[in-house]
């Protein structure tokens, strides 16, 4: 028996929580011990290798966890984009386009670039790990979408965050 069996509804949510960020933590610490040994362009190499490995493992545990089958599309990646560990820790939103053939996904409040700008550093260059995380996400979910980056650090406008197209 663990600690969890006996948790009410709001603790386990709070869990939940709670472990989002240990693990977003956890990335960071990794991150910057990769750029003190080996410098940031090493590390930013290592965390593009890393996140294409994650991302086809987190989506493809969505998918099984929630029965998204293969091959669903665009709404597929909706509910899989809303079951990764940054939706209980970031605010986002996914919208579609008018005649239903994109989808587009902004990260409202990113907990990375929020606390970098609270200590007063730049915000992360992430455009190119994202590009291969949400890549490799919505691939993962159903091969046949393309991903575009419609800005992401260091690209993105002042106070943003990320956005990106799914077709």
């Given at each position: 028996m663990s600690a969890y069996d006996d948790m009410s509804r709001d603790e386990l949510l709070a869990s939940l929580r709670m472990f989002a960020a240990n693990w977003l933590a956890h990335d960071g610490c990794w991150f910057l011990a990769a750029e003190e040994r080996f410098g940031i362009d090493s590390a930013i190499d290592l965390d593009e290798m890393s996140w294409a490995r994650f991302a086809a493992t987190e989506a493809r545990r969505i998918m099984t966890t929630f029965d998204i089958a293969p091959g669903g599309g665009l709404p597929a990646l909706e509910r899989a984009l809303g079951l990764r560990m940054y939706a209980l820790i970031n605010d986002q939103?996914?919208?579609?386009?008018?005649?239903?053939?994109?989808?587009?996904?902004?990260?409202?409040?990113?907990?990375?670039?929020?606390?970098?700008?609270?200590?007063?550093?730049?915000?992360?260059?992430?455009?190119?790990?994202?590009?291969?995380?949400?890549?490799?996400?919505?691939?993962?979910?159903?091969?046949?979408?393309?991903?575009?980056?419609?800005?992401?650090?260091?690209?993105?406008?002042?106070?943003?965050y990320c956005s990106w197209e799914f077709v």
């Amino acid at each position: 028996m663990s600690a969890y069996d006996d948790m009410s509804r709001d603790e386990l949510l709070a869990s939940l929580r709670m472990f989002a960020a240990n693990w977003l933590a956890h990335d960071g610490c990794w991150f910057l011990a990769a750029e003190e040994r080996f410098g940031i362009d090493s590390a930013i190499d290592l965390d593009e290798m890393s996140w294409a490995r994650f991302a086809a493992t987190e989506a493809r545990r969505i998918m099984t966890t929630f029965d998204i089958a293969p091959g669903g599309g665009l709404p597929a990646l909706e509910r899989a984009l809303g079951l990764r560990m940054y939706a209980l820790i970031n605010d986002q939103r996914a919208e579609w386009s008018p005649d239903g053939r994109c989808l587009r996904f902004v990260m409202d409040r990113c907990r990375v670039q929020e606390t970098r700008r609270k200590k007063g550093l730049p915000d992360f260059p992430c455009k190119s790990v994202g590009i291969i995380e949400f890549t490799t996400f919505a691939q993962t979910i159903d091969p046949r979408i393309k991903t575009r980056c419609n800005h992401c650090p260091p690209d993105a406008p002042e106070g943003k965050y990320c956005s990106w197209e799914f077709v």
